[in-house]
């Protein structure tokens, strides 16, 4: 970096860093106690005495907060492991699920050699994390502006990027606020690789450089082509009761949504009988509750867990099979889009070659929507409006094909994002 490209950087204020510490104390508790972020304390605080910490050169850290972002990660690893075969990979998350998924997803492809935990943003916690996994290279992921960690990085050398960058215009009067206190963070990334044109006009209004700032599209894209297996899940089907039924999956719904799809269900079932229905609720602890409604409803219901009859409702609540039971749909609505939640993955069931059904409310991921809607994708207002499109298609069975191979083509042609964010960051290896 030459000095006079950019003025100095002023560093963290002693206000922000103060707050940091003050704000730690404060969730210490919650920290220690709650259920997702609980494991791994000692390596949050940067304490790797008899932890393995794997050799071997050049080092990458690649962080992904929960286990969906660790996901998007794989394509990447798997492009750096195919770039540089000996490269050492490291793992960081935020939530205890997420270093399960990168255990389960990377160490036993030998894409991972160290999986572990994002440390707290302190300083003391980020230079300790820094000395002992010596990385070459620092990935973050979306938004994932970690002060202090940044600043530790920065001021040890190490090369950071960020991948799936994203910055979303509501936030932009924040991150000037942030940036009042701890400086301008963007300036300090090596390669700034955004998923869009507007989110990288957002980074270089915010003062990123402009010949840091890449538009290379989202990996997430390219982590369907992973996680959707090759053919449909026979046994499965079995294990469902299924024979030659259609079946509608509703996929990580919320509280508020189930109800409603019930009964859109119920009125559909009156008219074509056999169609059956699977709900997956986005939290399986709400799998009992969802149950109990399909029953106060008049529909006999079952859980996945349970076996031994066929049912008209099956509630999933089991981990990991979501994706196989979408490539058994016949449609699919995803869920999160008609509460406040804003959405949820609308790309893994069209990668399946599913039509894709989803309500209005999809602002975290509008980027699938851009590439979905009019290509397999069907948004639609409310029940009411999701009852009347559901009635159409049934009764077209040819169109249901049609739509679901335009969803499959359309995901296909947004996939790439992956090699381009590995090249950048191999060209920041030493």
Known sequence: MNPEDEPPDPGISWIATAAAYLLFWLLLPFLLLHPKVRQGVRRRLGLYDGVAVPSGSPRIWL??????????????????????????????????????????????????????????????????????????????????????????????GVKLALTNGRLRPRNVRRYRILFFFVGNLLTKFDVLMMRADEEAERALALGAKRGRVQVTGNTKFDALAVSVPPTPDESLRTALGLGKERLWVCGSTHEGEEGALLKVFAALRREHPDLRLLIAPRYIERAGRVLALARALGLEARLRSQTGWPAPVIVLDTIGELVRVYQLATMVFVGGSF?????????????????????????????????????????????????????????????????????????????????????????LLP
Request: aromatic share 4%; glycine share 8%; charged share 20%.
């Open 339 to 427: 509460g406040r939640r804003g959405g949820q993955n609308i790309l893994e069931p069209a990668a399946c070659g599913k039509p894709v059904l989803f309500g209005p409310r999809m602002e975290n991921f509008a980027d699938s929507v851009q590439v979905l809607v009019g290509r397999g994708g069907l948004q639609v207002k409310d029940p009411v409006a999701l009852l009347q499109l559901m009635r159409d298609l049934l009764a077209r069975p040819d169109e249901i094909l049609k739509l679901g191979e335009l969803a499959r083509e359309a995901v296909s042609s947004v996939r790439g994002a992956s090699l381009r964010d590995a090249r950048l960051i191999a060209d």
């Open 63 to 156: 962080h992904g907060a929960s286990a969906g972002d660790v996901l998007g990660l794989v394509p990447i690893v798997r492009e750096l492991k195919a770039l540089f075969p000996k490269t050492c990979i490291i793992i960081s998350s935020i939530t205890d699920s997420g270093a399960a998924m990168a255990q389960q997803k990377l160490v036993p492809q030998g894409l991972a050699d160290l999986v572990t935990f994002l440390p707290y943003d302190l300083p003391g916690a980020c230079r300790r994390t820094l000395l002992a996994l010596r990385p070459d290279v620092l990935v973050l992921e979306y938004t994932e502006l970690w002060p202090q960690l940044i600043d530790a990085a920065f001021n040890a």
